[in-house]
């Protein structure tokens, strides 16, 4: 059982270590410079520098990596380049907002989920069994956006 665990935290580390790297590759190879982008495109060339300073956007790559990845396992999350303000700060006031309609979503989920399953497994290899088989694979193949926006048509007109 010791084994499993440490397998799977060993597991956890390399994808957290993968998804780390990967997300910042694809902010790094996204176009444009954040300074250039905060200041505009009238901003003389030595402010531009001295916001990249400040921002520490002057500093090799792998010292980025490092500070970045330090920063988030110290729960520094970084100051937004849009805002200005620190992300860790825009994440808690917007979770106020998502934390309840996680909540409404799972608890819907669930009042719907146990007794359809009640039902499938009442009625195993029947046609309730294949219906309800058949609706859970299409809500998940079908793209949440998607429905969403679907669901908006529906309930909008």
């Not at 799977?8 to 998804?19: F, Q």
């Not at 808690?92 to 009042?111: E, H, K, N």
């Not at 009625?123 to 926006?149: C, E, K, S, Y």
Request: charged share 10%; no cysteine.
């Amino acid at each position: 059982m010791l084994g499993y665990i440490v397998k799977r935290l060993i597991s956890l580390a390399i994808s957290l270590i993968v998804a780390s790297v990967v997300i910042f590759a694809v902010v790094e190879i996204a176009p444009g410079d954040p300074a250039s982008f905060m200041l505009g495109i009238n901003a003389q060339p030595d402010t531009v520098a001295a916001l990249r300073a400040e921002l520490g956007l002057d500093q090799s790559k792998l010292d980025r990596y490092l500070s970045w990845v330090g920063g988030m396992l110290t729960g520094d999350f970084g100051t937004s380049y849009t805002y200005r303000t620190p992300v860790a700060q825009m994440i808690a006031d917007r979770m106020w907002v998502s934390l309840p309609l996680a909540l409404y979503a799972l608890t819907l989920s669930t009042l719907i989920a146990f007794p359809a399953g009640i039902f499938a497994a009442a009625r195993r290899g029947g046609p309730g069994d294949l219906a309800v088989t058949g609706a859970t694979q299409l809500g998940v193949a079908i793209p949440n956006f998607w429905f969403a926006m679907m669901l908006v048509l529906i309930f909008a007109i």
